[in-house]
C-alpha cells in the first residue's frame, strides 16, 4: 500500500510573519525545504506543495519548484509536486482543493499548514499507521497537525464550492460521522504550535537549536 501524500500549504498572505514563511531561514535551510526533509523516513515520500499568494517568490528563490509544477521533482529522495492556487484569497481550504485536485483519488492524504512543523518521527508514523478514516493528532488535550485524510472523506470535498461558508477542512470533519474520526494521543507538542509571527519564529529556532 502506497504511503500517505503529504500536503504542505503554503498559499497565505503571512501577513503577520512579513515575509512568506516557507521562505524564511532554518538553521541554514528553507524552512519548506526543512519540512520536506521532515518526511524523507517515510517510505516512498510524496510531497504537495500548494502556492499561492508569494507563489513568484517561492519559484525565485526554490527554481525546481517551476519543474515541480509540470512533472514530479526528487528532492533528496522525497517526491515533490508544486500545485498553484490562483484563487488564494478565497483562502487556505481552495488551496487545498487545488492540490487535491491533482492527487489521485485512490491516496490517502496528510494534510499540514506550512507553519505547523511536522511531529517528530514517532508521532507522524503513529498517524499514518493509525487505521480510520479521518485521524487528528491531540496533545495535553490540544488538537493540532497534520490531519490524515482517507479518499472517502476527502474526495467529497472537491465538489464544496470554495466562496461557500462550509468550506473549511475544521467544519466539513464535524459534520462527518464522529465514529470515523479519531483524536490520536502523540508526544510531540509540535502538533498544535501555530508558528505565524517572527516572535514564535524566533523563539522557535532558540527552542531548536542543537
Same mark, same amino acid.
Given at each position: ?44 515520500? %510524496? ?137 490520536? %494521543? ?11 509571527? %517572527?516572535? %514564535? ?10
Amino acid at each position: 500500500m502506497d504511503s500517505p501524500i503529504l500536503i504542505l500549504l503554503a498559499g497565505g498572505k503571512s501577513s503577520r510573519m512579513g515575509s512568506p514563511k516557507g521562505l524564511l531561514d532554518f538553521h541554514g535551510t528553507l524552512w519548506i525545504l526543512a519540512q520536506i526533509a521532515s518526511y524523507k523516513h517515510i517510505e516512498n515520500p %510524496k510531497v504537495y506543495i500548494g502556492l499561492g499568494y508569494d507563489y513568484e517568490q517561492y519559484l525565485e528563490t526554490i527554481p525546481w519548484f517551476k519543474d515541480a509544477i509540470e512533472n514530479s521533482y526528487n528532492y533528496n529522495g522525497v517526491e515533490v509536486k508544486v500545485v498553484i492556487n490562483d484563487q488564494p484569497q478565497l483562502g487556505s481550504f481552495s488551496t487545498l482543493q487545488a492540490v487535491m485536485r491533482n492527487i489521485n483519488v485512490g491516496y490517502i492524504i496528510i494534510v499540514q499548514p506550512i507553519d505547523v512543523p511536522l511531529p517528530n518521527e514517532q508521532s507522524l508514523t503513529a498517524i499514518i499507521n493509525e487505521n480510520n478514516t479521518i485521524v487528528i493528532p491531540k496533545y495535553n488535550g490540544k488538537n493540532g497537525h497534520p490531519v490524515k485524510l482517507k479518499p472517502e472523506f476527502w474526495k467529497p470535498l472537491l465538489t464544496l464550492d470554495s466562496f461557500s461558508s462550509e468550506a473549511r477542512l475544521d467544519k466539513q470533519i464535524k459534520l462527518f460521522n464522529t465514529s470515523s474520526v479519531t483524536y490520536l %494521543k502523540v508526544n510531540d507538542k509540535s502538533v498544535y504550535q501555530n508558528i505565524n509571527t %517572527k516572535e %514564535k519564529w524566533n523563539y522557535y529556532l532558540m527552542s531548536t537549536k542543537e
